[in-house]
Nanobody, 125 residues
């Protein structure tokens, strides 16, 4: 089974930028749509971003739109999440995942899998 490993998290100040990486053990990103979710303590896992299919644009949660950008490097089997203008409310455990092409447009966690182990991002004010 393909494994996803996130990295790049850390402790940053409000307004800083961070780039998360997600490395896959296989070419899963070539046959599915990579995405990112996050989960803050005591809260449900929430959608952050997902790649679009073919000519479709990526989808972003309203809370991160204009600040976060999802991208990919198929040669490295890696997906990125560039996070700019970070806010304390962005503090969470960030998970990498994928969804089938047939689920393009979905932002429901149940439509995604497998999942990485997560990387923590803590934003201090």
């Amino acid at each position: 089974q393909v494994q996803l490993v996130e990295s790049g998290g850390g402790f940053v100040q409000a307004g800083d930028s961070v780039r998360l990486s997600c490395a896959a053990s296989g070419r899963i990103f070539e046959s599915s749509l990579p995405g990112w979710f996050r989960q803050a303590p005591g809260k449900e896992r929430e959608f952050v971003a997902v790649e679009g299919w073919r000519d479709s644009s990526p989808l972003y949660a309203d809370s991160v739109k204009g600040r976060f950008t999802i991208s990919r490097d198929d040669a490295k089997n890696t997906v990125y999440l560039q996070m700019n203008s970070l806010k304390p409310e962005d503090t969470a455990l960030y998970y990498c995942t994928t969804t089938p092409f047939s689920k393009c447009g979905s932002t429901a966690a149940r439509e995604f899998g497998p999942w990485g182990q997560g990387t923590q991002v803590t934003v201090s004010s």
